[in-house]
């Protein structure tokens, strides 16, 4: 072998080193055995796994065909859903907006009200629209004031952030413009921040909305109003046809609810 081809074979080009292909395949060894010992810790009982096809086509052939004897309970549960989502986001909207506002590190009073507004943002965003819905039926009782507050509550969080984010992305230039000329605090959020932050506060109060329709279908589960009532309890009696009545008037919900978003942000964005 000659000197050319021996240095040829030693600078071989390598994608990673000895040193990171073993982190590497460490790294895959332990994923595996942490899949692994997950699957040992849930106690997953095999033999319903594999009955599962046949129960669902079971199921769905119960559920067909769908049953409309229901359809005006249905058709007002989902307009009662619409009215939840929509009332919910406009309330979190506007709640929404003095917690982006302090919690933005550019615009915020001080550290104490930075941290106070990232609290109430986390605090909103870690429990889920359902646990919202369940302490909220145990305030209020079950009704669509609980499914309201939940889902303002969930919503808060998000809004809170997105918006909170676009503050701190604004240009600074007419800020200090409006700074130089000794403008007041509230000239600088009106002409400076508001203009810039418009686009992005419309396309994420859509966004919400468009969430919060989705997640109004299954509060109900938990007694806190809309269509997710009528669907527990069509489980629960086993009136399979009327649960898929339910399931494909959801669907049209969220068609709907996805048709008339797409519109908004053409027209407003």
């Known amino acids: 072998m000659s000197t050319e081809t021996l240095h040829s074979a030693q600078d071989r080009w390598s994608r990673f080193t000895l040193r990171q292909r073993l982190l590497r395949y460490g790294g895959l060894a332990l994923t595996l055995l942490v899949v692994g010992w997950a699957l040992r810790s849930i106690d997953v009982i095999w033999a319903w796994v594999w009955d599962a096809p046949s129960q669902m086509a079971d199921l769905f052939g119960r559920m067909m065909p769908p049953d409309p ?19 919910a986001t406009m309330i979190a909207v506007v709640v929404s907006l003095p917690v982006a506002y302090i919690a933005a590190q550019n615009t915020t009073p001080n550290r104490a009200a930075l941290w106070v507004g990232r609290f ?7 429990v889920n629209t359902i646990i919202w819905a369940l302490l909220f039926v145990a305030i209020f009782g079950p009704g669509i004031v609980a499914g309201i507050a939940a889902i303002m509550f969930r919503s808060i969080g998000f809004l809170g952030k997105l918006l909170g984010e676009a ?3 604004i240009d600074r230039k007419p800020v200090e413009a409006l700074e130089a000329v000794g403008a007041s605090q509230f000239k600088i959020v009106l002409y400076a921040i508001v203009p810039q932050v ?16 989705r997640e109004s279908t299954v509060l109900g589960l938990v007694g806190a109003g809309g269509i997710g009532m009528i669907l527990q309890g069509a489980i629960d009696t086993f009136n399979w046809p009327e649960v898929s009545m339910v399931l494909l008037t959801i669907l049209a919900l969220v068609v709907f609810g996805e048709v008339v978003s797409t519109y908004l942000r053409k027209k407003i964005l």
Not at 72 to 85: D, G, Y
Not at 120 to 126: C, P
Request: hydrophobic share 60%.
């Open 69 to 87: 004897s229901n359809l005006p309970s249905i058709l007002e549960a989902i307009w009662q859903t619409v009215n939840i989502a929509t009332l």
């Open 120 to 126: 109430i943002l986390v605090s909103s965003r870690s």
């Open 167 to 169: 503050i701190e992305e």
């Open 198 to 213: 418009m686009p992005a506060f419309f396309a994420v109060a859509i966004l919400r909305w468009d969430i919060n329709l």
